[in-house]
Every structure is written in C-alpha cells, then in structure tokens.
Nanobody
Framework: QVQLVESGGGSVQAGGSLRLSCAAS????????MGWFRQAPGKEREGVAT???????SYADSVKGRFTISQDNPENTLYLQMNSLKPEDTAMYYC?????????????WGQGTQVTVSS
C-alpha cells in the first residue's frame, strides 16, 4: 500500500522560507512521475515542481528561482525547499506520485500540508 505523508507546512511572513517533506512508503522516491502540487482556495490545482515519465523536471513559472525540489533516497523522502515566499504561494501543498513510461497519472496523493504566507 502506497502512503505519501507531507509535513513542514506552516505560517510565515513574505520573504521567509519553508521546507516541505514527503515521506513515502510502498513507493520508491525517484525522479520518475513524482512531484509537488498546490491548490489555493477557489483555484485549480497546479503543478509546482514535477518529474515526468522522461525524468525531466519542471517548475511552475511562478516559483522558478525560488523553489527547489530534491530527494533523499536513503530516507525515501521528497523535499520542496521554498524561499522568498510570497502571499500568492499560500495554498495546500500535496505530494503526488505514479505513472508509467507512457505518462504520469499521479494516482497516489498525500493528505497535504498547508502553507500560509502573510504580507
């Protein structure tokens, strides 16, 4: 059974930093079909930093240069380092994984961790 458990969210002031963690069990953290998504109230979910089925990494334009995705294989954990946070980064952040060499379907999701950035 796959479990993804996010942690590290919280409330920070604009310009601050947070590091989100996604601890995986039943699934090997890798650069294959895994990443971070977010959803703000009233908005559609968006990919923040994602690895696709070709192992390519993509960042949302709004976070480029500020967010960095990384992984710790011995700990089987995916991270999202978020610097220079802005109020518009406020959202529920989710870790997701899953797919095949044809496409990523991200069928596994964590419960999410809330990030709130105040101005």
């Amino acid at each position: 059974q796959v479990q993804l458990v996010e942690s590290g969210g919280g409330s920070v002031q604009a310009g601050g930093s947070l590091r989100l963690s996604c601890a995986a069990s039943g699934y090997t953290v890798s650069r294959f079909c895994m990443g971070w998504f977010r959803q703000a109230p009233g908005k559609e979910r968006e990919g923040v930093a994602t690895f696709d089925s070709r192992l390519s990494l993509s960042y949302a334009d709004s976070v480029k240069g500020r967010f960095t995705i990384s992984q710790d294989n011995p700990e089987n954990t995916l991270y999202l380092q978020m610097n220079s946070l802005k109020p518009e980064d406020t959202a529920m952040y989710y870790c997701a994984a899953g797919g095949s060499w044809l496409r990523c379907d991200y069928k596994y999701w964590g419960q999410g961790t809330q990030v709130t950035v105040s101005s």
